[in-house]
């Protein structure tokens, strides 16, 4: 476990209930600063072999992308976040995303999704056999602050579905 | 993002990761990471610069194939608006 959660709880449910009435005013400058994830001194590696051009790609983003006519959007009032995650097909197109995510701003990205979704230029990539594959399904987190049952549940069944889709690499585009 | 990408690298996948926040990269400490001088929401720079988000992706295929300590973060020339170096 990269991260102390049983250090984590006690600060994370303290920042909560300081940083309400900020959360609330939209000022989250101050908040973000003293928001209590640590990450640890030891970072996990897992040697990449071989060639892209061999590989099966993953996108994940964690725009707050979701499908406009078939998937809920995520919350976007809660101080906690939205731990969940959508699946986003290889095959979408622009104008079935929807974005739900309070804390950037949309407007680059509703010009042009591959700017925090590149699935455009990983497709044409796939064509020329640049990369192997890339795979069916893709992926969009949105905003989370409460890691807890992120860390435990959520973020365990993502990687079981990149996974059983035979991901090799994944390529992370934050927002 | 750089949650998921630890688990995800400690789960067997190599990953890589865009970023533009020297701070938040050195707080979350991912294991690869391309640096861009780019605002939040858009990693690859101005909308519908298909040249510059190939570019980007190409640079971090390369750098998939190059990086062999945890924790390398390469920052990239690019800039808004401006013409991508040769």
């Known amino acids: ?175 | 993002m750089g949650l998921i990408q630890r688990l995800v690298e400690e789960a067997g996948i190599p990953t890589i990761s865009m970023g533009n926040a020297p701070d938040r990269m050195a707080h979350i400490k991912p294991p690869r990471a391309m640096l861009v001088k780019f605002a939040r929401g858009s990693m690859f720079g101005e909308p519908g610069n298909v040249k510059r988000q190939r570019r980007i992706i190409l640079d971090a295929l390369e750098a998939l194939q190059t990086m062999s300590e945890p924790g390398t973060i390469q920052e990239l020339p690019y800039k808004w608006k401006q013409p991508d170096p040769e």
């Open chain 1, 1 to 175: 476990m990269p991260i102390d959660l049983d250090a984590f709880k006690p600060a994370y449910e303290k920042w909560v209930e300081e940083s309400l009435p900020e959360f609330r005013a939209g000022n989250m400058k101050e908040i973000v600063k003293k928001y209590p994830l640590i990450a640890p001194d030891d970072i996990p590696w897992t040697v990449y072999n071989g060639q892209p051009s061999n590989q099966t790609f993953a996108l994940v983003t964690s725009g707050g992308l979701y499908l406009k006519d078939s998937q809920p959007p995520f919350d976007t009032e809660s101080i906690h976040g939205d731990t969940s995650f959508r699946e986003i097909p290889k095959t979408v197109r622009q104008q079935d995303i929807g974005i739900a995510h309070a804390h950037y701003d949309h407007s680059l990205a509703e010009q042009d999704i591959n700017v925090v979704f590149p699935i455009q230029r990983f497709i044409e990539l796939e064509n020329e056999g640049i990369i192997g594959k890339l795979t069916d399904t893709h992926y969009s987190f949105s905003y989370v602050n409460d890691v807890v049952s992120f860390v435990t549940e959520t973020v365990p069944e993502f990687i079981s579905r990149i996974k059983a889709a035979g991901a090799d690499v994944l390529f992370l585009v934050p927002v």
